[in-house]
């Protein structure tokens, strides 16, 4: 200890390193009883700090009881906050646990309640499946019961087939042709059936004039016009026969009317019509076949050249339409009829010069337009009317020199063309007068100096014609009837054309036979149509397409190989969809 550093510092042999004196030995020996740091030790902090622990033991212990103390206290806080974090933690827990499991409940009770609401509706279902299956039940041995008790029955549900397969919307779009044709030739089949059965039994006098009727019709639908007049004329003394023991039968004089309008004698047609009209003023299907009857002379009377006339049968179908239109519960056919009245007499104006009168003319047929497509939206015969409506009426407009009028026009006609062609893709007729719009839109833009807009909308058109589809020779057929139509000079404008105008036609009608002749070498099927489809009419004036025509013919007959074939399959989609039969009453709505 102490005493051993203070023995070693006396009798250390470096006389530097010992005591000096014997006072400094004393001193050190002093300082060693009173506990105090003596100088032979080395001066370290803990040597000097047990020495004030060994002067100050009550400090020292009252300092050691404190900082336990203190520390016990800290020890015993942190534990305690420790355990209120604990304690806190576990409640979250058991909140979230409490939580979660009202959740699931909830889950599970709304679970059980779809589940409950699913099984009454399918018991519902079953119920409702099993009534209507016996109700289907019940027809079918109905519909048995009515097939087998006799084959006038028969006859008559084929006759119902027959008008549902003539007027029935759907089978006139593009995709169900086929379908159309086979349900044609099925119904054709019947008839001759059944008239050959006539010939060898004794048959109603009656039965026999309405099944030739009927197969006459049927073959005109196919496109066997010689034929059907044939039967037209054979059937039409038999029906004037048995009106004259029956003149009360408004069925069989409205099919007396029909006959003689397919065989062009209107005037015995209006004059079997009055007389029906005279024993039932109200009926519906007498007053169409009317206003068809004038609308018919009327066209007559203007390629004669007679406007006086036109204007007289075109107000005699404008009324009679009129009057059908304004009825309780009019009828989108009535209204369309009527805005092709309309359409007919603005034309007569138009050729008259008498712009004022066809202006206010086509605003009618526009405004029935709309309302036939209100009560229609998904018939493209309904909804192609307005924007045809339009376009007129933007002529006149131009004509009267409204250009700012006139301009809108043309663009209500392209949105209206635009969203036709949208909603009925395949249609290529569509395509061709949206295409001609935009051509006609352009053209005018640049008449009134409106060069920019001219070419923006000459743009559009290009960008149109390019984004046609080119992978099928149904495509390039399409196209080619789209540049047919762009090819032909603007309705009802009897101006000579431009030699700009005219070199742009020729341009369009060589880009519109170079598409067909790629269509027919890439495996187009209905070539024996293309000298019936209307749209293709801009063409016949060209060399290159007569020799086209006369190529795809051979190659018709020669893959026929002498087979009679059904020219309605030959037809192209879009000549079926609007034509100016059925336009008339008995198309559109008779």
Not at 241 to 260: K, P, R, T, W, Y
Not at 312 to 336: K, M, Q, S
Not at 359 to 385: H, I, K, N, T
Not at 433 to 450: C, I
Request: some cysteine.
């Amino acid at each position: 200890g102490d005493l051993d550093w203070i023995v070693m510092k006396a009798l250390d042999k470096d006389r530097g390193r010992r005591y000096a004196t014997a006072n400094e030995l004393a001193c050190d020996l002093d300082r060693f009883l009173h506990n105090e740091p003596v100088e032979a030790c080395p001066p370290s902090t803990a040597y000097r700090l047990r020495k004030f622990a060994a002067r100050n033991k009550s400090i020292v212990r009252t300092a050691a009881a404190i900082a336990v103390l203190l520390l016990g206290v800290i020890a015993i806080n942190t534990a305690l906050a420790a355990w209120a974090a604990r304690s806190e933690r576990l409640a979250d827990e058991r909140r979230g646990r409490e939580l979660y499991l009202r959740t699931e409940a909830e889950h599970a009770r709304q679970r059980e309640t779809e589940h409950r609401k699913r099984t009454e509706d399918q018991r519902d279902k079953a119920r409702e499946a099993e009534k209507q299956a016996a109700a289907q039940r019940e027809l079918a041995l109905a519909a048995e019961r009515q097939a087998q008790s006799s084959f006038q029955q028969a006859r008559r549900a084929v006759d119902e087939y027959l008008q549902t397969v003539s007027v029935s919307e759907l089978l006139f779009r593009p995709d169900m042709q086929s379908l159309r044709g086979k349900l044609l030739a099925s119904a054709r089949s019947f008839y001759e059936t059944l008239l050959n059965q006539q010939t060898d039994q004794a048959a109603p006098e009656q039965d026999w004039a309405t099944a030739q009727y009927r197969l006459a019709r049927i073959l005109e639908e196919q496109g066997h016009h010689a034929k059907a007049r044939e039967q037209y004329q054979a059937t039409r003394p038999v029906y004037e026969h048995l009106l004259s023991q029956n003149d009360e039968d408004i069925s069989l004089q409205l099919e007396l009317v029909d006959i003689c309008r397919r065989l062009g004698d209107l005037s015995a047609a209006r004059q079997q019509c009055e007389a029906a009209l005279n024993a039932e003023p109200s009926h519906v299907a007498a007053r169409r076949a009317l206003a068809g009857i004038h609308e018919e002379l009327a066209r007559q009377h203007a390629a004669a050249g007679r406007h006086e006339e036109v204007i007289v049968h075109c107000g005699a179908a404008e009324r009679i339409r009129t009057g059908l239109a304004e009825g309780d519960t009019p009828e989108a056919v009535d209204l369309a009829n009527l805005a092709l009245a309309h359409y007919e007499t603005a034309r007569v104006r138009m050729r008259q010069q008498q712009w004022d009168e066809a202006l206010e003319a086509c605003r009618s047929g526009v405004a029935a337009a709309e309302r036939a497509q209100e009560l229609d939206v998904q018939s493209p015969r309904y909804g192609q009317l307005l924007p045809q409506g339009l376009q007129l009426r933007a002529r006149t407009e131009q004509a009267l020199q409204q250009d700012d009028a006139a301009l809108r026009t043309y663009q209500r006609a392209e949105s209206a063309w635009s969203r036709m062609v949208f909603e009925f893709p395949a249609h290529a007729d569509l395509k061709a007068q949206l295409a001609r719009t935009r051509r006609s839109l352009a053209d005018y833009h640049r008449s009134l100096g409106r060069l920019q807009d001219a070419d923006r909308t000459e743009y559009r058109l290009d960008q149109f014609l390019r984004q046609q589809p080119r992978d099928l020779p149904e495509d390039y057929y399409q196209l080619a009837v789209i540049y047919a139509q762009l090819a032909r000079p603007a309705a009802d404008d009897e101006s000579p054309l431009s030699p700009t105008t005219t070199a742009r036609l020729v341009d369009y009608a060589q880009m519109a036979i170079e598409q067909l002749s790629t269509a027919v070498k890439q495996g187009f099927r209905r070539q024996s149509g293309l000298n019936e489809d209307p749209l293709l009419r801009p063409l016949e004036s060209h060399r290159d397409f007569q020799t086209l025509l006369a190529e795809s013919q051979q190659d018709a007959n020669a893959s026929s190989d002498g087979l009679a074939t059904d020219s309605s399959a030959d037809l192209p989609h879009h000549c079926l969809l609007y034509t100016s039969d059925a336009a008339d009453d008995a198309r559109m709505g008779g």
